[in-house]
C-alpha cells in the first residue's frame, strides 16, 4: 500500500485510539502528539503507521529524518523494480507457475473451466492451505480439509467468486517446526540484483506466535534477524507490538544462536531466482525449509523496509539510497554501452 492509499484508507478510529495509550504510556499530551503526526508527514513524508511503527514520538527530527518511511519506499521500488512484472509476483498463482522449479508443492487455481484439475487436487490432498490469489500478510489464509468443505462442487465455485486457490500443505523440516508447529515458519531473504550481481542484504526469520497458522509479521507473528551470511538468528524476536521475545512464548526455543537448516542452499535458490527477473531489482524472497531442502513461498516486488528498521531499531534509509545510486548509475552505464 502506498503513501497515498495509506492516508485515504487509514483507520482513523484506531490511529487515536493508538495516540491517546501511546499519550498514556509515554507521559505526553495527545493533542501536542497529534499535531506531531502531521508536522512528521510534511516533514518526513511519513504515514501514520510510520509514526507508531518506528516510534517517532520519542525520536528527535535528525534520527527521523534516517528512516524510509512510506513515502520513500513508494519512490524506491517505483524506480527500481519493472511495474511490467507486477502480476508476475503480485498474483500468487502466476508467481508459483513462473518459478515452478522453486515451488515444491502442488496447488491449484479454479478458474470455472477447470473442475477435473481441482477433483484431481482434491483426491491426492485431503488438507490443504486455502489462499487468496492476492492480498499482503498473510491475511485471508486459513488450512482446510476435505471434512470441512462439504460439496466440492459448490467449494469449487465458492473459490472461483472469492478468488482463492488451494496449495499443499508444506512440511517444513523439523528444526524449523521447532520454533513454531502450529505454523509454517519461514525466512524472508531480501535481496537487490545490479549488473546480475544478486546481493542478499537482509534476513531474517518469522514464526507465528502459537494461536494462528500463519507466520507473518502483520498478523500477529514475530520475527528477529538472521545473519546474512552465515544463516544464524543474531538476537530476540519482535512482534508488531514491539514486544521482544529471547524464546518463543510457546515452545521456548531461544531465537538468538538458532541456526537456519540449509542456509547456503538457500542463498544458491535466491540467486538463481533474482536471475530469472533481473529487471525486479530489489525483491523480498519468502523461503520455506522442508526436509528435501529450501522452497519459494512467493516473492515480494515491494517487500516492505518496517520490518527491517524495527528489528534494527534505528532509520535505514541509506541503504535504500546506496542501492538507488548503484542502480542509477548501472543505468546510465547501460545507456552509454548501447550508443
Not at 490432498?125 to 491475511?139: A, S
Not at 532509520?315 to 554501452?337: C, H, M, N, P
Amino acid at each position: 500500500m502506498n503513501f497515498f492509499s495509506q492516508v485515504i484508507h487509514a483507520d482513523y478510529g484506531k490511529f487515536f485510539r493508538n495516540i491517546r495509550e501511546a499519550a498514556r504510556r509515554e507521559h505526553k499530551n495527545s493533542v501536542l502528539m497529534t499535531l506531531d503526526v502531521g508536522f512528521s508527514t510534511v516533514a518526513f513524508g511519513s504515514a501514520l503507521t510510520d509514526y507508531f511503527n518506528y516510534e517517532f514520538f520519542n525520536k528527535s527530527l535528525k534520527e527521523r529524518s534516517r528512516y524510509a518511511v512510506v513515502h520513500t519506499q513508494d519512490k524506491f521500488y517505483q524506480l527500481v523494480n519493472d511495474p511490467k512484472y507486477k502480476k508476475t509476483f503480485t498474483v500468487k498463482p502466476n508467481f508459483l507457475r513462473e518459478f515452478s522449479q522453486f515451488a515444491g508443492r502442488d496447488w491449484v487455481y479454479p478458474d470455472g473451466s477447470n473442475y477435473d484439475v481441482f477433483d484431481e487436487f482434491l483426491n491426492k490432498h485431503d488438507t490443504f492451505m486455502v489462499k487468496p490469489i492476492d492480498g499482503l500478510g498473510g491475511g485471508g489464509i486459513y488450512k482446510s480439509s476435505l471434512q470441512e468443505i462439504g460439496d466440492c462442487r459448490e467449494f469449487c465455485q465458492k473459490l472461483v467468486s472469492q478468488r482463492m486457490f488451494l496449495e499443499e500443505v508444506i512440511r517444513q523440516c523439523a528444526a524449523m517446526a521447532s520454533l513454531n508447529p502450529s505454523s509454517v515458519n519461514t525466512i524472508r531473504v531480501m535481496t537487490h540484483n545490479i549488473d546480475d550481481h544478486p546481493t542478499i542484504f537482509f534476513s531474517s526469520v518469522r514464526v507465528g506466535n502459537g494461536n494462528t497458522v500463519v507466520d507473518n509479521f502483520h498478523s500477529g507473528g514475530m520475527s528477529a534477524v538472521v545473519d546474512c551470511k552465515t544463516g544464524i538468528v543474531t538476537g530476540p524476536a519482535m512482534d508488531k507490538s514491539m514486544r521482544r521475545f529471547e524464546a518463543h512464548p510457546v515452545t521456548g526455543v531461544v531465537f538468538k544462536g538458532f541456526q537456519i537448516p540449509d542456509w547456503d542452499k538457500v542463498k544458491v535458490m535466491v540467486d538463481n531466482a533474482c536471475r530469472m527477473h533481473p529487471e525486479m531489482t530489489v525483491v523480498g524472497w519468502d523461503v520455506s525449509i522442508t526436509d528435501d531442502g529450501p522452497i519459494l513461498i512467493e516473492g515480494n516486488r515491494r517487500p516492505g523496509f518496517d520490518m527491517v528498521q524495527m528489528l534494527d531499531e534505528k532509520g535505514e534509509k541509506y541503504v535504500l539510497k546506496d542501492i538507488e545510486t548503484r542502480f542509477v548509475a548501472w543505468q546510465k552505464q547501460k545507456q552509454i554501452s548501447a550508443q
